[in-house]
């Protein structure tokens, strides 16, 4: 599996087409066979975003489950920089069961599905573990992990109270507010079908959007719109 780059050619004030120049940032078409645990290889990438430096950072779907990142991947020489922050390489689907991960360690944790990345203005690095039902903070400056929204159990639960203790069922995507005091989340298979949540302050979980019933807003589990 590779991870690609397009340069986009500058817009004239004659319409043509638009020309780009596609490069391979990271990986090959061997990773996506890649079995060992060991490997160095990007294996499914499925969403990217930089930080403030410039640095990209990526995700490994099903078929690796690890982060990692890319320093200055517009300069040459991007692939051997890839660098694997944090997840165990290990291949998984939806039903298989992963034992209850409680470490901090991003050498020792092993996510299920990684589906999107996200980063903080302070630099945190926001992942969505699709499968495993929750949402994980890795902390570069301190090299740790840990857990800021659900409990690993698959559910629909916890508005208006502390996001580690809520229930997600299979947490896709996710995106901070402009001003990045807020996670929003996409919730798949939630109460409703399909679920938009807002962990507000990285701290609490509200349901802030359903469908397809309509637009819900609940605030400490009561409907105060919908």
Known sequence: MV???AAFAPCSAVPRPVQA???VLAGSAAGRT???PGSDRVNEPFAVAYDAAGTLYA???TRGNRLFRIAKPAEPGAASRVEFVAGV???SDAKQPLPPQTTTDPRQVRFKGLHDVTVGPDG???IADTYASRIWAFDPKQAAVRVVGGTGKAGFSGDGGPAVDAEFNQSYCSSLTPDGAALL???TRGVTDDDLLLIAAHSTREAIASAPTGRTVVRGGV????
């Open 3 to 5: 991870l690609l780059a």
């Open 21 to 23: 120049e596609v490069a």
């Open 34 to 36: 890649e079995k060992a």
């Open 59 to 61: 995700v490994e779907y």
């Open 89 to 91: 390489f290990h291949q």
């Open 124 to 126: 945190t690095v926001y």
């Open 185 to 187: 989340v996409a919730d």
């Open 223 to 226: 409907v105060v719109s919908g």
